[in-house]
Structures are given as C-alpha cells and as structure tokens.
C-alpha cells in the first residue's frame, strides 16, 4: 500500500480523474441534460453583447424621438429575454449539477468503504483506520466539490471563452489573431505551475490524512492515554502532524495563488492589448460605437472565464490528487477472496467436522516466525476442544485460519470435508459463531446488537439469546430496556455485561462451528459461573473450539490441545493430562494449587 501510495504521487497528471468515470456511466443521460443547460447558459450569456451592440447602434442613434423610444423599449425587452434566460438556464444547470455532485460523491464514498470492508485484515496491517477515514471524508468533499461545482463552472466559462474569443476574432480577426498568439504563450507556463500545484495538494491531504490517524489512534485509546497522563505528549504529537499539513498546505496555496495570479496578469495584458486596438477601430471609423461596446463586454466575458479557469484548474488538481488516493483505496487487492466457483456445502447436523493438515503459517508481518508449524488437528462434529497454552503459543492463529482471515503458507484445512479456499467468504463465515476476547459492541441498542450476526431474528429470539448467556435482566433494568443505546464502544457497560451480549449474539447466530476465545474472561466468578453453564448448553449439538488461559473453563472440554510454539505437544481429557505430568500438569498445578498449599510445599 505505501509503495503505491510512493509510486502514485510522483505521477503529476491531472488524468487521475479518470477513475471517475465508471460513477459518471450510469448518469450519462443527467449529465447530457447538465450539458444541455449549460450550453444554453453560456449562449444566453454570449448573445448579450449582440443585443447590447443592438441598443446601442439602433436605440441610441439620434433622430425621431418617438421612434427612437420604441426602439430603446424593444432592445430593453430584448435585454431582459436574455437576462430571463439566463437565470432559467443557470438555475437548472445548477441544480443538475448539484444533484450530480451528491449522487456520484455518495456513490463513490459506498464503494471505497464497502470494498475496505472486503479487505483482509493484511490490508489494515500496513493501512491506519485515521487515513481510511480521511479519504473517505476530507477526499470525497474535493472529488465532490469538483463535480459538483467547479467542473460545471470550468465548462461553462471554457464554452464563454472560446464563444467570447470566436466572436472578437470574427470581429476583428488581426488583433485577435495577435492576442490569441499570446494566450498559448499563457498556458505552457500554467501547465508547469499545474504539475507542480497537484503533487503539493497530494502531499497536503497525504499529512492531513496523518493527523486524522493520529486523532483516530489516540481516542480509540483515551482511557489508557489518561492513565499514563499522555494528554500533554499526545497533543503535542498531534499539534505537529497538523502543523506538518499547515505547512504543506501553505505552500500548495502559495504555488496556486502564483499560477491564479499569473493566468489574470497575463490574459488580462493580452486581451486589454486587444482592446487598446478596439478603441483606435473606433477612432479611425472602422467601427461603431455599439461593435465597441459589444467588444468590451466580450473581453471582459473572455478574461472573467481565464479567471476562473485559473480557480478550477487549481480545483481540478486538488481532486485529481483526492482522486487517485481513493482509487488505491478502490483498487486495493485483497489477499483473501472468494473463490470464482464456490461450493455448496449443506449445513450438516450435530456440528461441522474441522480438520488442519501439517499446516505451517507465518503472519505477513513476522515472515521469519512461524505462528504454526506443521500443525494438524481433527475434530470430529459435536466434538468440544479446548486449546490451550502460553501467550503467542498459537491459539488465535488457529480460530484466525478457520475464520480465514489469512491462508497458510503450506498446509490445508478443511470444513465438512471441504477446503476453506473452496467456500465462498460469506458461506464460511456464516457457520462460525464468534465470541472474542474483548466484546465488541457496536453505537445501538442492545436489542441491534444482539441481532447483529442475525439481523432477521424476532425479539423473542433475542430475549431467548440473550436469557440463555444470563443477560436479560441486566438488560431489562437499563433505562429503556433492550432498546437502550450502549454508546460507543459500549462505555456505558461493564466488561462482563459486553462479554454476555457477545455471547448473547453468537448463541442467536446458531452457527454449527463455535469459537469461543477467552469467552468468560471479562466475567466475575458468579457470572461466569451462570455463563460457563449457558456456554455449555449452547455447545451441545455443535463442534466447539475454546480458548482458555484459565483452565477451569475446560476442565469438561472433550479434549484438551496444548501449544507451544506454533507445534501440538500434547492433548487428552484434563484428568489425563494432569496424570502425564508434562506441560498441561504444569500450568494446572500453577493455577489449582492454594496459596496455603504453595507455602506448605514451599
């Protein structure tokens, strides 16, 4: 990802908003219609010298009076058609416009998020939640505020420009054949200050994107930052990423205001140079004072839209920079799909049948340490397996490989007979129910989060869930019951309360694969106690494989696998074991013995 993000910024093009356009497709006929009203802005707006030439020439000669006023009254109507016209065809232009810019901006923020959802959670080894975020917001708004707006403005004073420019040069062609000779002397200097303003706006949204990771890291963390009175370190790390963007965003502003400046000083020289040779036209009788007046609106018409080219430019390559980062976000590749032909695989009754085959695994960012090492287990369906073992002994890696969140190097495993690469994603996950150490709990009622691995479930079926895991009657005495909301994170709640409604919501799930991993760790004794009996009825009829550093939570499991460095060194029942004397007999002794005990032996 960061080599891509390296190799992307060097780039300088503008072309980056090309990724736009499979969001444009769909709205092809809306942007016909857009095109349409903006042309038609931009004729009602170049037909309005011609009908100022008209006033001037035909209603301000001198003669009749009387005729005079009637001709005066018909440009004057004539003037204010244009003005209606205008206002009717600039109104619908921005409206369709706008409406474009919210619906390609809305489209293009569902996508990048729902492809970051997709990736494997290699992705977000090496990319910050913080800079997802920023691209999805503050990105987003420039890619929005271009199609929206800008992208319009630029069209429509590029059609007034080129209309302007036509018109001077069919009115005088040798001064503005001159004048037309200086503006392309403009536009190479421009494209250099271009080239140089877009990957100064690259590197701007790149640092704030760092603050945005910054803030993100910090307050997903508060209480421990808190805890170590990092408030003042923590504000300083961030005050310095900002003042990093400030600085980078400075120079971006200082680049653009060069080349705004020099786009207005220069085609304003050119075209008043143009002028100049109008006013001597009209000196020598070459032509009327009405061709005069028309030639000045039309200059001031052609130099307002060089202005506001130099603007959208800028905006252009702010986006283009905005553009290209989503774009590595919506092409990012996920190290783990679906296959292209699934296979089916019917639920099978009483649990599913697990198997892994010297599998050998190193996680990406530790490729010299195998997590696993020639690992192979079988459990059979209905079967309860506990795994137990040191910290980094391997426990996770395996509930990590059967959820398929990473593919070993060298090994296979197998679901119901199946290999997990030969499942589609959503059909694998759906047969496994996940209870994580630490609980997540989502910003909704307890009754959504319930209902979340289940989002049909009928309320009787999460108060049935959530009795079973022994968290009703918490549940019952919040303020609004089961529709009160948790907050984030779930703060409002203690950790054994999180623990029961992540339990709750696995049980509601009903998968026929259970991973239970540290599930009653957050539970004090008489909770766990209530629980361990509920985890044990939800067991029954379903493989189960458990976590577990304490080892009274699975002193009933069917068999016991312990780990040491990636490898099985011994399984059995727990009397069995505790009978062998080896490594398992160790920790129980460690964890069983009394303090009395200790001191006696001691």
């Known amino acids: 990802m960061a080599d891509s993000v390296s190799r992307t910024s060097e780039k300088g093009s503008p072309k980056s908003l090309s990724g736009l356009f499979p969001f444009l497709r769909p709205y092809r006929w809306q942007i016909a219609l857009a095109g349409v009203f903006l042309v038609a802005a931009a004729g009602a707006t170049l037909v309005f010298p011609l009908a100022l030439r008209g006033l001037i020439d035909g209603g301000l000669v001198t003669g009749d009076k009387g005729a005079q006023a009637m001709a005066l009254r018909e440009h004057f109507f004539a003037l204010f058609g244009v003005a209606v016209a205008l206002g009717l065809f600039s109104a619908a232009r921005f409206y369709t416009v706008s409406w474009l810019g919210e619906r390609i901006t809305a489209n293009l923020r569902n996508a990048v998020y729902?492809?970051?959802?997709?990736?494997?959670?290699?992705?977000?080894?090496?990319?910050?939640?913080?800079?997802?975020?920023?691209?999805?917001?503050?990105?987003?708004?420039?890619?929005?505020?271009?199609?929206?707006?800008?992208?319009?403005?630029?069209?429509?004073?590029?059609?007034?420009?080129?209309?302007?420019?036509?018109?001077?040069?069919?009115?005088?062609?040798?001064?503005?054949?001159?004048?037309?000779?200086?503006?392309?002397?403009?536009?190479?200097?421009?494209?250099?200050?271009?080239?140089?303003?877009r990957k100064l706006?690259?590197?701007?949204?790149?640092?704030?994107?760092?603050?945005?990771?910054?803030?993100?890291?910090?307050?997903?963390?508060?209480?421990?930052?808190?805890?170590?009175?990092?408030?003042?370190?923590?504000?300083?790390?961030?005050?310095?990423?900002?003042?990093?963007?400030?600085?980078?965003?400075?120079?971006?502003?200082?680049?653009?205001?060069?080349?705004?400046?020099?786009?207005?000083?220069?085609?304003?020289?050119?075209?008043?140079?143009?002028?100049y040779q109008g006013t001597q036209a009209v000196l020598q009788g070459t032509i009327t004072a009405g061709h005069l007046g028309e030639t000045v609106v039309y200059v001031i018409i052609l130099a307002g839209a060089a202005a506001v080219l130099g603007e959208v430019y800028g905006d252009l390559?702010?986006?283009?920079?905005?553009?290209?980062?989503?774009?590595?976000?919506?092409?990012?590749?996920?190290?783990?799909?679906?296959?292209?032909?699934?296979?089916?695989?019917?639920?099978?009754?009483?649990?599913?049948?697990?198997?892994?085959?010297?599998?050998?695994?190193?996680?990406?960012?530790?490729?010299?340490?195998?997590a696993l090492r020639d690992f192979s287990l079988v459990v059979a369906p209905g079967e309860t397996v506990a795994?137990?073992?040191?910290?980094?002994?391997?426990?996770?890696?395996?509930?990590?490989?059967?959820?398929?969140?990473?593919?070993?190097?060298?090994?296979?495993?197998?679901?119901?007979?199946?290999?997990?690469?030969?499942?589609?994603?959503?059909?694998?996950?759906?047969?496994?129910?996940?209870?994580?150490?630490?609980?997540?709990?989502?910003?909704?009622?307890?009754?959504?989060?319930?209902?979340?691995?289940?989002?049909?479930?009928?309320?009787?079926?999460?108060?049935?869930?959530?009795?079973?895991?022994?968290?009703d009657d918490f549940l019952k005495a919040l303020p609004e019951g089961y529709d009160t909301f948790l907050g984030e994170r779930g703060v409002r709640l203690s950790g054994g309360q999180r623990q029961r409604i992540a339990i709750a919501r696995a049980m509601l799930k009903n998968p026929p694969l259970l991973l239970l991993d540290e599930a009653t760790s957050a539970l004090d004794a008489e909770s766990e106690r209530m629980v361990q009996a509920a985890l044990e009825s939800a067991m029954t009829g379903r493989t189960t494989l458990v976590i577990a550093h304490r080892l009274a939570t699975v002193q009933k499991a069917d068999r016991i696998i312990v780990l040491d460095q990636g490898a099985i060194v011994e399984q059995g029942t727990h009397a069995a074991l505790v009978a062998r004397g080896g490594v398992y007999a160790k920790l129980a002794a460690l964890q069983f013995t009394t303090p009395t005990a200790s001191a006696v032996a001691a």
């Not at 290699?122 to 890619?143: H, I, P, Y």
């Not at 910003?443 to 999460?462: C, H, K, L, M, Q």
């Open 114 to 197: 729902a492809h970051v959802l997709r990736q494997s959670p290699v992705f977000f080894e090496t990319t910050q939640t913080g800079e997802v975020l920023s691209r999805l917001t503050a990105d987003t708004t420039l890619v929005q505020t271009v199609v929206g707006s800008s992208l319009s403005m630029g069209l429509r004073n590029a059609v007034m420009g080129i209309g302007a420019l036509g018109m001077l040069v069919w009115s005088n062609p040798y001064v503005m054949g001159q004048v037309l000779g200086v503006l392309v002397l403009v536009v190479l200097p421009s494209m250099w200050f271009g080239r140089r303003v």
């Open 201 to 275: 706006s690259r590197a701007s949204q790149d640092r704030m994107a760092d603050s945005s990771a910054i803030a993100a890291e910090v307050l997903n963390a508060i209480p421990v930052v808190q805890s170590y009175t990092a408030e003042p370190r923590e504000a300083a790390r961030f005050d310095t990423s900002t003042d990093n963007a400030f600085r980078t965003a400075v120079r971006r502003a200082k680049a653009r205001s060069v080349l705004v400046a020099f786009i207005i000083i220069a085609t304003s020289a050119a075209l008043l140079w143009g002028l």
């Open 317 to 370: 390559l702010r986006a283009a920079g905005a553009t290209e980062r989503l774009m590595e976000l919506l092409h990012a590749k996920s190290a783990i799909t679906s296959p292209a032909r699934p296979m089916t695989v019917p639920l099978t009754p009483g649990g599913s049948t697990i198997a892994l085959e010297a599998v050998t695994f190193h996680y990406p960012s530790r490729p010299t340490t195998p």
């Open 387 to 471: 795994l137990v073992g040191a910290s980094g002994a391997g426990k996770s890696t395996v509930f990590q490989l059967l959820l398929r969140y990473y593919d070993p190097q060298s090994g296979s495993l197998l679901l119901d007979g199946v290999p997990l690469a030969d499942l589609a994603l959503d059909d694998l996950r759906h047969r496994i129910g996940l209870v994580p150490q630490d609980a997540v709990i989502f910003s909704a009622s307890a009754f959504e989060n319930i209902r979340y691995g289940r989002p049909g479930a009928t309320a009787d079926e999460v108060h049935a869930a959530a009795r079973a895991a022994f968290a």
